[in-house]
Each structure stands twice: as structure tokens, then as C-alpha cells.
């Protein structure tokens, strides 16, 4: 699996982070508010804009006497896209053409594929 896309799921792993995400993806906050709006300590809510920042999905721009924080829409949409490509390659892999010659269901290629080996029933 592709390391940074493994990073950004990670940072989308938090409950908190998810929040953050949302509140983010109507307009840019400041940690103060986010922090109000979420009732996290503003110790938390940068931690969490840390781990966010890290994995790409939010910027930071300086606005006096802020920090105001915005979402990587573009980002998201690239996560989106890779596991989709990530989906449609499993499925490739997983079907098999069944003895009418459809292809079988994912369940029952994998289930063909652990007995068959080069072909043969073992």
C-alpha cells in the first residue's frame, strides 16, 4: 500500500480529526474556534491540526493574530480517487471465470484460487 496514502488514513482515523475535517471543509477556522466549536482544549485541536498538516489535508495561513487553518479539498479527492483504484484493482484480481465461462463472484474466486495452483486441483 502506498505509504502516504496510508499516513493520510491514519490522520483520518480520529474521531476528532474527523470533526475538525468537516467544520474545515465549510470555511477556514482559527484554533480558537475550532477548538470552541468542538469543545476541545486548544492544546488538542493543534495537536490534531499537526497530524492533519502532516498528512498533507490542511494548510495553514498566517492571519493576524491568528493562524487560520483550511482544507485540502484537492487532497481528499486524491485519497478518494487511489482507493477507488484500489478497489477496482481487488475486484480485477478477484474474479475468475467460472466453468460457464461468467465470471464467479469475489467469495468464490478466492475460495478457487486457495485449492488451484498452476492450474491443477490440489
Do not use: N, Q
Amino acid at each position: 500500500m502506498d505509504p502516504e496514502l496510508l499516513a493520510t488514513l491514519k490522520a483520518l482515523s480520529d474521531a476528532s480529526r474527523l470533526r475538525i475535517v468537516g467544520l474545515l471543509a465549510s470555511r477556514p477556522y482559527a484554533v480558537e474556534e475550532l477548538a470552541d466549536d468542538l469543545d476541545l482544549a486548544p492544546g488538542t485541536v493543534v495537536h490534531h491540526l499537526k497530524r492533519l498538516r502532516a498528512a498533507g489535508l490542511v494548510d495553514a495561513r498566517p492571519r493576524r493574530p491568528y493562524v487560520e487553518y483550511s482544507l485540502r479539498v484537492d487532497r481528499l479527492h486524491a485519497v478518494g480517487r487511489m482507493l477507488h483504484e484500489m478497489e477496482r484493482a481487488t475486484e480485477d484480481r478477484a474474479s475468475l471465470p467460472g466453468p460457464d465461462g461468467e465470471t464467479l463472484p469475489a467469495f468464490e474466486a478466492k475460495v478457487l484460487r486457495a485449492f488451484i495452483v498452476d492450474g491443477r486441483l490440489v
